[in-house]
């Protein structure tokens, strides 16, 4: 799910980027104007034109996206993604969509530009399926090997692979437990995972009342995002030579595996 408050639309630019982010049949949620403008709420320096507009040219760039509207009440309206493009494929040229992105990886988003291009779905044989595949339901997701590894989408990344690192950060996390006796007193809630892989250190925190930042290092070759994002888990790309764009002291507890060797040449 992707929810947006009060953000600017040119030519519908920023929702193609959130077609990219969303997971096929995806919801996007989007709050307060120019949804619903006619309501009592009046945005500062927006007229009823400014606002009609904008509005409308949100409505058919959903459109031209294929989306369905499933909720619309008071200044809240919910968009899914489709499942497929199979759905639209028909349509696409009578809606004058964007056209279908031609780059070979649309997880490539570190210092990369926004196209006006609609992110290629993997593909299906049946207008039912579910591009790229099924997940689990939360929290089963969390152990359920990835649709990108179970399709053996990225080189390298095997189930056994994907089973053994899971299981090996379930033993570390224990062992954590054992020395930092207050992650079971609510005393950590902020989390980041520095170099988190498939992302089972945060898998493994679940027990815990924490939520974990899971970062991928950009300059590594094995793209792990996608799959810490198919765990139900959150993440973004980082490179440490750079500063994290939050505020200083927002993390209670910054976990570091592997960190500093990635950067040794640097």
């Known amino acids: 799910m992707f929810h947006g408050l009060l953000m600017l639309i040119p030519d519908g630019l920023y929702m193609l980027e959130i077609d990219r982010l969303l997971r096929p049949s995806g919801y996007w949620v989007m709050s307060r104007p120019p949804i619903s403008w006619k309501s009592p709420y009046k ?44 759905h639209c494929a028909q349509e696409a040229e009578f809606l004058r969509s964007p056209p279908l992105c031609t780059e070979d990886d649309p997880d490539s988003a570190w210092y990369v530009n926004i196209s006006m291009c609609r992110t290629r779905l993997p593909r299906v044989e049946l207008v039912g399926d579910i591009a790229g595949g099924p997940v689990e339901k939360w929290p089963q997701r969390l152990a359920a090997v990835p649709p990108r590894i179970a399709n053996r989408e990225i080189k390298g990344m095997s189930i056994q692979a994907y089973k053994h690192d899971f299981s ?53 070759t094995d793209n792990t995002l996608g799959i810490i994002y198919e765990r139900g888990l959150i993440g973004t790309y980082m490179d440490w030579c750079e500063a994290f764009s939050t505020y200083p002291r927002t993390y209670d507890l910054i976990h570091a595996n592997g960190v500093f060797s990635l950067y040794i040449d640097k």
């Not at 409505?59 to 968009?79: I, P």
């Not at 224990?174 to 995972?193: I, P």
């Not at 892989?197 to 991928?216: D, T």
Request: net charge positive.
């Open 43 to 86: 945005g500062p320096n927006k007229t009823i034109e400014n606002l009609d507009g904008q509005q409308l040219a949100m409505e058919d760039t959903a459109n031209k996206l294929c989306w369905e509207k499933v909720s619309d009440k008071g200044t809240v309206s919910v968009w899914r993604k489709p499942i497929n493009h199979l």
């Open 168 to 220: 090996i950060w379930k033993r570390r996390v224990e062992l954590y437990g054992t020395y930092l006796k207050d992650l079971s007193h609510r005393s950590y809630r902020n989390v980041m995972d520095m170099n988190a892989g498939f992302g089972s250190f945060a898998a493994a925190m679940l027990k815990y009342p924490v939520w974990v930042m899971n970062v991928v290092p950009a300059n590594i």
